[in-house]
């Protein structure tokens, strides 16, 4: 008696926990109860997953539970790594929170999209809880390690004053590999893409602290080659691009120096060594015009339908072709209105409209492709690097130190859709000093 007595008493000081009542799986986008969570074996003995293949610790929906509600294997190990129900995939437990918020990053090859994804995490760490009274940080360390590993090889680099390569700073985005996880449907192998999760949280001093629990999401990044959007790339048994349908805002990022009519127009001028450009020419708004054609195909979306989610055109390498422009706003683009601080609404905007005339100038299809598909499209200059790269004369290649990057603008693109997405975590601000 006195040991169910301590049970009750030991149970009584377990914190509850509010959990959705639908989880949507990250890497195959199944919904299911909380309650049909799998769980991972912990005992050494407990190898083999039916669907993950033999090297991969075993799934199991559990009878037996801790005090504390985690469940036990078969061979009595606590177990606290949760798992999709269909596709077996790891699940952060943060996800039976929150509410996911998924957003798609595409751009040809070259583009600088690997760059412009590792600065701007590297720059919502700092700048979210400073700026925003809004925690983010890692849900799945394992699932961000790449992320991570590139943060570190450009900012915490310890060789940061010697000239290094881009090449060996970051590498390219893998068609296959460690960004991508592969699952057995009885004889069906199916790939799928690796998001990287964050969680955002707003803390105190935020206007919606009170209720952070309907306001905290768990992002959910997911980045492609820009190989994965030509024809038959998307396929049953590789769906790398079917989270464009579920994705709440879409990065497309175009690099101008890629495109002959701008180079022929800056022959005279410099835009940076040829390393920087890659030699390479290419028609991006074809990349554009398949993620839209995807889109429509997989969301039902009527070819004369207008998508109504954010898109914003992330214009990227500013630092290579900025003096080629009218001064740009100086400052970043968020400002506080008495105790809320939020985004400059009409900033952004303007230096959109400002862009939206130099696309138009150069690259006219590109404009075309975005606006006939999308509804609300935004332009924005960004430069990852911040400081324009060098040509080493050793090697010839382009390459920059560590220690000089400063980049530019790379949180405007996803800050701003948030502040569409959900203005309860990102304001919108306005200059007649209200905010939406």
């Known amino acids: 008696m006195s040991i169910l007595l301590d049970e009750e008493r030991a149970s009584s000081t377990v914190p509850s926990i509010k959990l959705l009542s639908q989880v949507t799986c990250p890497h195959c986008w199944e919904r299911f109860p909380p309650d049909q969570v799998l769980w991972i074996t912990e005992h050494v003995d407990l190898l083999g997953d039916a669907q993950l293949g033999p090297e991969q610790q075993q799934r199991f929906l559990p009878s037996r539970f801790t005090i504390e509600g985690d469940a036990i294997d078969s061979k009595g190990m606590t177990c606290r790594s949760l798992a999709c129900p269909r596709c077996h995939l790891p ?54 390690r790449v992320l991570n590993e590139c943060e570190e090889s450009l900012f915490l680099n310890p060789r940061e004053s010697e000239m290094t390569p881009l090449g060996n700073l970051i590498r390219k985005t893998e068609l296959q590999g460690e960004l991508y996880d592969t699952v057995g449907y009885g004889q069906q192998r199916v790939s799928y893409p690796r998001p990287f999760l964050f969680t955002m949280q707003p803390q105190a001093g935020h206007m919606s602290a009170h209720k952070a629990e309907a306001t905290s999401r768990m992002l959910c990044l997911y980045d492609n080659a820009g190989e994965h959007f030509q024809p038959g790339q998307d396929t049953t048994s590789s769906p790398v691009t079917r989270h464009l349908a579920h994705s709440r805002a879409i990065l497309f990022l175009f690099d101008l120096t890629q495109d002959k009519r701008f180079r022929a127009v800056c022959r005279s001028k410099d835009i940076g060594p040829a390393g920087t450009r890659d030699n390479r020419l290419s028609r991006q708004e074809t990349l554009l015009n398949e993620a839209a054609a995807r889109i429509r195909r997989l969301s039902g979306l009527s070819h004369h339908a207008r998508y109504d989610r954010p898109v914003v055109v992330v214009l990227s390498k500013f630092d290579e072709w900025s003096h080629l422009c009218a001064p740009v706003a100086s400052g970043e683009p968020w400002k506080k209105t008495g105790a809320v601080k939020g985004i400059d609404v009409e900033l952004v905007e303007q230096e959109s409209q400002r862009l939206r005339q130099v696309l138009s100038q150069y690259c006219p299809e590109t404009v075309a492709a975005a606006e006939t598909f999308a509804s609300n499209v935004t332009y924005i200059a960004v430069s990852s690097l911040g400081k324009r790269t060098h040509t080493d004369p050793k090697t010839g290649l382009a390459s920059i130190r560590p220690s000089e990057i400063q980049p530019h603008w790379v949180t405007v693109p996803l800050l701003y859709s948030l502040s569409k997405i959900l203005p309860g975590l990102i304001p919108r601000l306005k200059r007649r000093n209200t905010h939406t």
């Not at 412009?116 to 799945?140: C, G």
């Open 91 to 144: 699940v952060p437990r943060s996800m039976l929170e929150m509410e996911p918020l998924f957003l798609s990053i595409l751009g040809g090859p070259a583009s600088g999209k690997s760059y412009f994804l590792t600065s701007m995490t590297w720059q919502l760490r700092k700048l979210l809880p400073l700026e925003f009274s809004v925690a983010f940080t890692d849900a799945d360390p394992a699932a961000n």
